[in-house]
């Protein structure tokens, strides 16, 4: 190599590194030219890398993925911790990243039962607030936050984990005030605020029967009273034993025949043992450290690595196999050194959840996916 070709190079990769995009071959391809013409590849950004101090996770977010989501700056516990205070610091942050970027912004998320504020659902003195009360709260909430990225966030989980495992409905503040006008409120409110904006029902273990079926009553009510819902989140959050690949696929296919987007949501998969069975996503559902729970602390054994890989192509395989049906696959966090699964559902684990290891490092499964992403064809 010439030393003008060498100079020119090393320049381009600087370049490259300054603008958080990475220094990477010609030959690489990544994620999000892996699927350009299948679905979105996204990811979850936490506050760190919102702000720019995660260099490492923001060169891969920028030279992977195409769509991003916050985890947590857009929930209405992070926006208005007062009534009427509404603190944009850090979702504006974000919003101007994604479209600084060129990135599909996702709004996440707009009604749910955890992290809202406790003043949404009482009065002064502390009671339950009346049904009309409630109802404008969550109109202001909504058109406000809506409202101010119209246009910019092109998504938004508008209603978050609201069904059961066994299809009823969660028993919510929301719900119990409300009933279940809230979801149709809430979706009627954020189409009013951002008439062009893709609205989702986004909810965890839907590939159980019972959840499936629940959110399909659901989406069906909503459809027949002329109610905006562009889209399904089903949350990947998955482990070693489940759910089935077959059950995730039933749901996929059951959505999609209502005529609406699937999405992967949330997507991760836990290398560790589960302390009981059928695990979902339910942040409350938090047990006590025990050791035997956390197997791993110096590295997953070559064994388990493998079997964790292959589970994890196994889904692609599938995402792939519905890419007409899927429009977009979000990974739920970076890296495995800030994934929210080292303390879900036990706190001060050591788990190997996504695609890049805890030095923001590319695991060998990467190439892995990107290959079997090309080979499947536009």
Known sequence: ??????????????????????????????????????????????????????????????????????????????????????????????????????????????????????WFFVDKEGQT????????????????????????????????EAIEDNGSWRNSKFYQVLGEDFVKLAFQFAHEADPDAELYYNDYSMALEGRRNGVLTLVKSLQKQGVKITGIGMQGHISMDSPSITDFEKSIVAFSELGLKVMITELDLSALPSPWSNMGANISDVVAYQEKMNPYTKGLPVEVETAWENRFLDFFKLFLKHKDKISRVTLWGVSDATSWKNDFPVKGRTDYPLLFDRDNQPKPILKKIIKIANEAGN
């Not at 990769?13 to 990544?30: Q, R």
């Not at 058109?143 to 910019?152: A, E, F, Q």
């Open 129 to 160: 607030v009346s049904r009309e009360v409630l109802i404008e709260r969550m109109r202001t909430h909504i058109y406000t936050v809506v409202k101010r990225y119209k246009g910019k966030v092109k998504g938004w989980d508008v209603v978050n």
């Open 1 to 118: 190599m010439t030393k003008i070709k060498l100079f020119t190079t090393v320049l381009g990769c600087f370049i490259t590194l300054v603008g958080f995009a990475g220094c990477k071959h010609k030959e690489d391809v990544s994620l999000k030219d892996a699927f350009k013409n299948k679905f979105h590849i996204g990811v979850a950004l936490n506050k760190s890398q919102i702000l720019g101090e995660d260099i490492k996770a923001n060169q891969n977010v920028l030279s992977q993925f195409n769509s991003i989501v916050t985890e947590n700056c857009m929930k209405s516990g992070e926006l208005q911790v007062v009534e009427g205070k509404f603190d944009f610091t850090l979702a504006d942050k974000f919003v101007d990243f994604g479209l600084k970027n060129n990135m599909f912004l996702i709004g996440h998320t707009l009604i749910w039962h955890s992290q809202t504020p406790r």
